[in-house]
């Protein structure tokens, strides 16, 4: 994420049944303007839990034209109210306002940290770290 520019960038990885394959990768990138929240509970028998989306919506509707995963939470307790809180938390930092100073659970999350072995492009690597 990159609030001076208001851009959100993606690194998506296309799972295979073939876990000793490489799985393709997808960079996008998108406009906070566009992207919305979604919380959902599947229920479906791999993917228990609530899941938070980033929904993509062409400019001025509501009309969903691409999503993207989160943050998923397997747990069944409070885990819709982290997703809120982790929603929130991405709001508040991309509108430039004060955030809490000690979080709740100090660190990040490993499922949070990119794989060591995967890059960006060096032009996206460029725009998601500099200032327009």
């Not at 995963?69 to 747990?75: C, F, G, H, P, Q």
Request: aromatic fraction near 14%; include cysteine; charge should be neutral.
């Amino acid at each position: 994420m990159n609030r001076k520019r208001q851009k959100i960038y993606i690194y998506e990885y296309k799972h295979t049944f073939f876990p000793w394959l490489k799985w393709p990768v997808t960079i996008r990138s998108y406009n906070w303007a566009d992207v919305h929240g979604e919380i959902c509970y599947p229920g479906a028998r791999l993917d228990m839990g609530y899941q938070l989306f980033g929904s993509v919506c062409e400019p001025g509707t509501n009309n969903v034209i691409a999503r993207f995963i989160i943050a998923k939470d397997s747990r069944e307790r409070s885990s819709r109210e982290q997703l809120c809180q982790i929603w929130s938390y991405l709001c508040v930092y991309m509108q430039h306002d004060q955030v809490v100073a000690e979080p709740d659970s100090p660190g990040r999350p490993d499922d949070w940290r990119p794989r060591k072995a995967d890059q960006w492009p060096a032009e996206m690597e460029l725009e998601s770290t500099t200032a327009p």
